[in-house]
């Protein structure tokens, strides 16, 4: 998937100052890993009840990040990278 699939599917303003400075991955506003703490916070209040809309939000900012990441380090393992980007999600609640 191209790389400005990504780039169009944008933050609300309150999850702005916590974004990913690409090609690192790391947080502009605190320097970490990307999704920092502050960031999964903030996603998961803007996206509330829509999960999926939240896991294809994540996925393609992963699928960029992997191309990304890997070009710079190519030892990148795809499944660290997986868990650090969709991993940290709460788990669905059962269905009723």
């Known amino acids: 998937m191209p790389a400005t699939r990504a780039a169009n599917v944008a933050p609300t303003a309150h999850c702005r100052d916590h974004v990913a400075s ?8 605190c320097g970490t890993a990307w999704p920092c703490g502050r960031a999964k916070r903030d996603l998961l209040a803007e996206y ?11 996925a393609t900012l992963w699928e960029e990040a992997l191309g990304h990441l890997t070009e710079r380090h190519p030892g990148t393992d795809p499944a660290e990278s997986h868990e650090r980007f969709l991993g940290w999600l709460p788990p669905r609640p059962p269905s009723r």
């Open 22 to 29: 690409r090609p690192t991955w790391r947080c502009r506003a």
């Open 48 to 58: 509330g009840t829509r999960r999926t809309d939240l896991l294809v939000y994540l």
